[in-house]
């Protein structure tokens, strides 16, 4: 009986260390589970923080870029009608010296008529929104396509919807010089919405006109507004999609 109750005795001297190794052992896994837990939560969150200031930033440099394309973009486009105008201006100007010169033998009307019928169907610009008109150095209209009820009157004194003489501001430049440019606020086409429209003015001397065209302010701003609709999709989706 002693001996048996020595053999149980033992058992329990061999197993009690290992239950206490186990027990310490799962203490120890659960500790060491609870600190990476903690570390892993405290990294999570300082990476939430370091990404929201990257991103925070990075929305700043956006609107900064957006802003400054935008004052950017808007002086280029201003700049860029200007020149298209003076290059169509150009053009005309060209076709209206060949008529000119090929036909001196006409009276002053016929070499008018001919100029008028080369030149009053063209359209152009990017939404061909672009034509031509021929005013006269006293005022009278040769050739407005868009009114032709102008046509053959003097508008010398014909203000703007701002109370502008646009007319007569721009034979007083001519006047002076061969080109010029002037804005004045003007119906869009044939509807009563008024808008800013930049007009650049030619003389040709020897008939005593000029030849000018414009752009519309509103079309300027829609250019304008296309481009940066471009850009907020790079800057949303990247310029690769």
Request: charged letters at 25%; a positive charge.
């Amino acid at each position: 009986m002693e001996h048996i109750k020595g053999q149980h005795l033992t058992k329990w001297i061999l197993i009690l260390p290992i239950i206490g190794f186990i027990i310490t052992a799962l203490v120890f896994m659960q500790t060491f589970i609870n600190h990476e837990k903690i570390t892993y939560e405290n990294d999570l969150r300082q990476n939430n923080i370091e990404t929201l200031k990257k991103n925070k930033l990075f929305a700043k440099e956006k609107v900064e870029e957006i802003y400054t394309f935008i004052q950017l973009n808007t002086k280029q486009l201003k700049i860029q009608a200007r020149e298209e105008a003076r290059e169509m201006v150009g053009l005309a100007y060209s076709i209206i010296e060949k008529v000119y010169l090929q036909n001196k033998n006409l009276s002053e009307k016929e070499v008018l008529k001919l100029i008028s019928q080369k030149l009053n169907e063209m359209r152009f610009f990017k939404h061909l929104d672009g034509y031509f008109y021929i005013v006269k150095m006293n005022g009278t209209v040769v050739m407005h396509p868009i009114m032709p009820s102008f046509n053959g009157k003097n508008l010398i004194s014909i203000k703007d919807a701002k109370g502008k003489a646009f007319v007569q501001e721009g034979i007083n430049l001519l006047k002076e010089n061969t080109d010029a440019n002037i804005s004045y606020f003007w119906k869009k086409g044939t509807n009563d919405n008024v808008v800013k429209k930049y007009v650049y003015l030619k003389k040709f001397e020897p008939l005593g006109i000029y030849v000018a065209t414009g752009r519309y302010e509103d079309n300027i701003l829609r250019d304008i507004k296309i481009s940066i609709q471009k850009m907020l999709i790079n800057v949303r989706y990247g310029e690769k999609g």
